[in-house]
Nanobody, 123 residues
Framework: QVQLVESGGGLVQAGGSLRLSCAAS????????MGWFRQAPGKERAFVAG????????HYSDSVKDRFTISRDNAKNMVYLQMNSLKPEDTAVYYC????????????????WGQGTQVTVSS
């Protein structure tokens, strides 16, 4: 059974930083694409950042480019999202996800999801 567990969310003032972590367990994620998504109240789940597990490609949404950085620790089966210069519009529940296909911005392409972690940015 694949499990993804996010942590690191919280309340931060605008301009601040947070680092989200995603612990993957249950199987090796070699060959999987990993992504971070977010969902704000009343909005659809949206792609934030992701990479192919081989490391060949990394992609960010335009709204977080140059502010957020996705990274991984293969040995620990961990994925991270460093979020800097946070804005109130970044407020959402953030989800870690794994896909058995190439990197995609479409949440329907992902097979495994974590339970989410709340990020709240105050103005």
């Amino acid at each position: 059974q694949v499990q993804l567990v996010e942590s690191g969310g919280g309340l931060v003032q605008a301009g601040g930083s947070l680092r989200l972590s995603c612990a993957a367990s249950g199987r090796t994620f070699s060959g999987y694409a990993m992504g971070w998504f977010r969902q704000a109240p009343g909005k659809e789940r949206a792609f934030v950042a992701g990479f192919s597990w081989s490391g060949g490609s990394t992609h960010y949404s335009d709204s977080v480019k140059d502010r957020f950085t996705i990274s991984r620790d293969n040995a620990k089966n961990m994925v991270y999202l460093q979020m800097n210069s946070l804005k109130p519009e970044d407020t959402a529940v953030y989800y870690c996800a794994a896909a058995q296909v190439v990197l995609s911005t479409n949440p329907r392409m992902y097979d495994y999801w974590g339970q989410g972690t709340q990020v709240t940015v105050s103005s």
